[in-house]
Nanobody
Framework: QIQLVESGGGVVPAGGSLTISCTPSGRTFSGVPMGWFRQAPGKERQFVAAISESGATYYGGAFQGRFTISRDNDKSTLYLEMRSLTLEDTATYYC?????????????????????WGQGTRVTVSS
């Protein structure tokens, strides 16, 4: 069974930092992109960041410079380092991966292009 399991969520004060992780099982994802999306209560799922199999990174506009996505293919782990967190960053963060490589850079930003999703990890930014 193919699974993506996020971890590292929790409560963090505004202005603080947090790194969340995603560990897949059931297959290797080293040869395909991986991404992070988030969904806040009452809002649509939002693209946060993605990374190609070769390490190229893509960010949603609100996260460039504040969030950093990385991957460790040896450990088969995806990371999202989040800094300068605000109350608006409170959401459930989801890890996602497609079955195959993307040949169109726009696909990185589109949730419908990802086939596998984790259950999410909750991040709450407190005032």
């Amino acid at each position: 069974q193919i699974q993506l399991v996020e971890s590292g969520g929790g409560v963090v004060p505004a202005g603080g930092s947090l790194t969340i992780s995603c560990t897949p099982s059931g297959r290797t994802f080293s040869g395909v992109p991986m991404g992070w999306f988030r969904q806040a209560p009452g809002k649509e799922r939002q693209f946060v960041a993605a990374i190609s199999e070769s390490g190229a990174t893509y960010y949603g506009g609100a996260f460039q410079g504040r969030f950093t996505i990385s991957r460790d293919n040896d450990k088969s782990t995806l990371y999202l380092e989040m800094r300068s967190l605000t109350l608006e960053d409170t959401a459930t963060y989801y890890c996602a991966a497609p079955r195959f490589r993307f040949y169109n850079s726009m696909f990185y930003y589109q949730a419908r292009q990802y086939d596998y999703w984790g259950q999410g990890t909750r991040v709450t930014v407190s005032s």
